[in-house]
C-alpha cells in the first residue's frame, strides 16, 4: 500500500470514538454551517477519500511545515501536518475554535473557568509568570515555557459536581483542573500509535505525553531560572501540583474526528449539570436529559472539528499554488459568489 494511504487508519482510529460516530447523524446547525467546498472536503476527508478540491494540486509543494520538500497527496494528509500555515483558517485558529467551543460548553453548564471566549478570564498564560522568574528579553526561555507549560483553559472545581458514574480520562469535577487541548494530524508519530490496529491508540498516546511535559517544563524552569536544585520541587513544580496534584487533562482532536478520552470526560461532565439544569423544568428522567444533551454537544463537538480541518486545507491552498489555472479561479469565483448570496438571503 501506498505509505501516504491512511485510509484503514481513516476506518480503524475512530472506530470507539463516541463524538466521531456522530457524524452519520448529525444534521448542520445554523451557527456552525458548512459552505459547499467546506462540506465536501470535510466528507472526503473524514472518509479518507481522494480530495477533489486537491485533484489539480498533487505534487505541489507544502509550505510552512517543520520538514522541506513535502508535497501535496491525495488525501490532504500532509496539510493537516502543517502546524505553521497561517491565516484566519490556519492551525492556530482550528485549535481555537476547540478551545470556544469546550468555553461555551462549560459556560452553559455553569462550570467556572479562565481561558476562552466565554471565560471570567480570556487567558491563562499568567498562571506561572509570578513563579518563574523569566526576563522578558530571554526569548527562547518564554517560548519554551508557552510550548510545554501554557494551559488552553483552567476549571475551578469549587462549581463543578464530580460526574456519575465515573468513566475514563481525567474529572475536571474533583480539583481545579488545567486543560491543554491538542490538535494532531496524521504524523509519524501518529502511525506508530496505530501500528496494532488498536481503535483510538493515536490520540491517547498523545494524550498521554501532556502531563509529563508540563512537570518537565516547570521542573527545568525551576532550575534555570529559581535556582531549586535537583530532587528539591520549586515554585513553578509546587504551582503545578496545586491543580490536581499535577495531572493536566488534554484532551486531543485526531485527523479523522476521533477524540481523546480527556475530551469525553468533559463533555461527560458538561452534560451532568447540563441536564441538571434542564431537568428544573422537563419532566424526564435525568438519564434520559443527559443522554440528549450528551450526544448534542458530541454533534457540535463534531462539527466544529470537520470544519476545522477543511477550512485548514482550504486556506493552504493560495500558499501552494500561486500558478493555478485562470479557468478554475474563474469558476471558483463564480461559486464562492453564490455561496455569499444563498448565505445572506437566510440571514
Not at 10 to 23: D, E, F, M
Not at 35 to 40: C, G, L, V
Request: proline share 6%; hydrophobic share 30%; glycine share 6%.
Amino acid at each position: 500500500m501506498d505509505p501516504d494511504d491512511n485510509r484503514a487508519n481513516a476506518y480503524i482510529q475512530p472506530l470507539q470514538s463516541k463524538v466521531a460516530k456522530q457524524r452519520m447523524v448529525t444534521t448542520t446547525q445554523m451557527d456552525n454551517l458548512h459552505t459547499t467546498p467546506s462540506f465536501r472536503t470535510a466528507v472526503q476527508s473524514a472518509f479518507c477519500h481522494p480530495l477533489s478540491i486537491l485533484k489539480d494540486l498533487h505534487g505541489r509543494t507544502i509550505h510552512y511545515t517543520a520538514k522541506v520538500n513535502v508535497k501535496v497527496d491525495a488525501f490532504g494528509d500532509k496539510i493537516k501536518n502543517a502546524s505553521a500555515i497561517p491565516g484566519p483558517q490556519g492551525r492556530l485558529a482550528f485549535h481555537n475554535r476547540i478551545q470556544s467551543s469546550l468555553s461555551n460548553m462549560l459556560s452553559d453548564a455553569d462550570i467556572r473557568h479562565d481561558g476562552g471566549v466565554h471565560s471570567y478570564d480570556r487567558t491563562c498564560a499568567r498562571v506561572f509568570r509570578d513563579v518563574v522568574n523569566i526576563p522578558d528579553d530571554d526569548v527562547e526561555g518564554n517560548k519554551k515555557l508557552r510550548d510545554g507549560a501554557k494551559p488552553d483553559l483552567i476549571t475551578w472545581a469549587t462549581s463543578v459536581d464530580r460526574r456519575e458514574p465515573k468513566g475514563t480520562g481525567v474529572d475536571i469535577g474533583q480539583h481545579n483542573t488545567f486543560i491543554d487541548i491538542k490538535t494532531m494530524g496524521p504524523t509519524a508519530d501518529y502511525i506508530t500509535a496505530a501500528t496494532d490496529n488498536e481503535p483510538g491508540a493515536s490520540v491517547q498516546s498523545r494524550q498521554r505525553k501532556v502531563s509529563p511535559k508540563y512537570r518537565s517544563t516547570l521542573r527545568q524552569a525551576d532550575r534555570d531560572y529559581n535556582g531549586t536544585q535537583p530532587g528539591e520541587v520549586g515554585p513553578a513544580e509546587a504551582r503545578l501540583d496545586e491543580f490536581h496534584r499535577g495531572q493536566v487533562s488534554g484532551p486531543v482532536v485526531g485527523p479523522y474526528g476521533e477524540t481523546s478520552p480527556d475530551l469525553d470526560s468533559i463533555l461527560d461532565t458538561c452534560t451532568t449539570r447540563i441536564a441538571n439544569k434542564r431537568g428544573r423544568y422537563l419532566d424526564r428522567e435525568p438519564k434520559i436529559l443527559k443522554q440528549l444533551a450528551l450526544q448534542e454537544l458530541r454533534r457540535d463537538m463534531l462539527l466544529t472539528i470537520d470544519r476545522g480541518w477543511a477550512a485548514l486545507i482550504m486556506n493552504a491552498i493560495p500558499s501552494m499554488s500561486p500558478d493555478r489555472p485562470g479557468h478554475r479561479r474563474r469558476s471558483e469565483a463564480q461559486r464562492n459568489c453564490a455561496q455569499h448570496h444563498f448565505f445572506r438571503r437566510r440571514r
